[in-house]
């Protein structure tokens, strides 16, 4: 079975530009959840989804940062203006509703900015 | 709230050693428990998991039990490979938030040959 699908791998963009990550679930998965990963802050819960719905995204750092989910199997992390300090690894991941508190990630997408 | 505490790293062994990794929670009601690898360059996988008190997960000779009484959840190996090189992080679940997981801040585990 596939797990979760993110893109790009590696990023690398200079300051400002805007930097859009994105992510394929599991499929009959119900929520996606996008965490942040840097060595200063260890790993952060940036937003979660069920159904499609933004449940909570407390975590999203602020106004630059935006996650969208237009379908049960698409999602993205927008990130307008970038900034250095956005450096960071970011893991999107997804659970069932049938067992909600077990976790499948992706790779993660290893972004730079400059 | 809900918080996770793991022993610091980085920890080092030599083949075939003995692995204890001290995890320690803070939570309301009663929480899942988890155990993620992260081996170098990759993302997060689940090792192991309970769900609730005096429950064993086990995993490719890792084992942890969920002990309430002293909100532990320590992990275990009898005989650590090389391979185990990775950072492991401890996890839980409030299983009345559909699945947020709060981490404790990774143990960096090198095993030498």
């Known amino acids: 079975d596939a797990g979760v699908i993110q893109s790009p791998r590696h990023e690398v963009t200079e300051m400002g530009q805007e930097v859009t990550l994105r992510c394929k679930p599991i499929?009959?998965?119900?929520?996606l959840f996008w965490y942040r990963q840097t060595m200063m802050r260890g790993l952060e819960l940036l937003i979660y989804?069920?159904?499609?719905?933004?449940?909570?995204d407390s975590g999203m750092p602020e106004d630059r940062f935006s996650a969208k989910m237009p379908n049960a199997s698409f999602s993205t992390l927008k990130i307008q203006p970038s900034e250095p300090r956005d450096s960071a690894v970011y893991f999107c991941?997804?659970?069932?509703?049938?067992?909600?508190?077990?976790?499948?990630f992706g790779e993660g997408s290893w972004l730079t900015v400059v | 709230g809900n918080s996770v505490t793991q022993m610091e790293g980085p920890v080092t062994l030599s083949e075939e050693a003995f692995l204890t990794i001290n995890c320690t929670y803070t939570?309301?009601?009663?929480?899942?428990l988890f155990w993620y690898v992260q081996y170098p360059g990759e993302g997060l996988q689940l090792l192991l998991k309970?769900?609730?008190?005096?429950d064993k997960g086990s995993n490719k000779g890792f084992e942890a039990t969920y002990r309430k009484e002293t909100t532990s959840f320590h992990l275990e190996k009898g005989s650590v490979q090389v391979s185990d090189s990775a950072v492991y992080f401890c996890?839980?679940?409030?299983?009345?938030?559909?699945?947020?997981?709060?981490f404790g801040q990774g143990t960096e585990l090198s095993v030498k040959p």
């Open positions: 939570a309301t009601g009663y929480p899942s």
């Open positions: 309970a769900t609730k008190a005096d």
């Open positions: 996890a839980l679940s409030d299983n009345n938030q559909g699945g947020k997981l709060i």
């Open positions: 989804f069920n159904n499609n719905v933004p449940i909570d």
């Open positions: 991941a997804s659970s069932p509703d049938r067992d909600p508190n077990t976790i499948y």
């Open positions: 499929s009959g998965h119900n929520s």
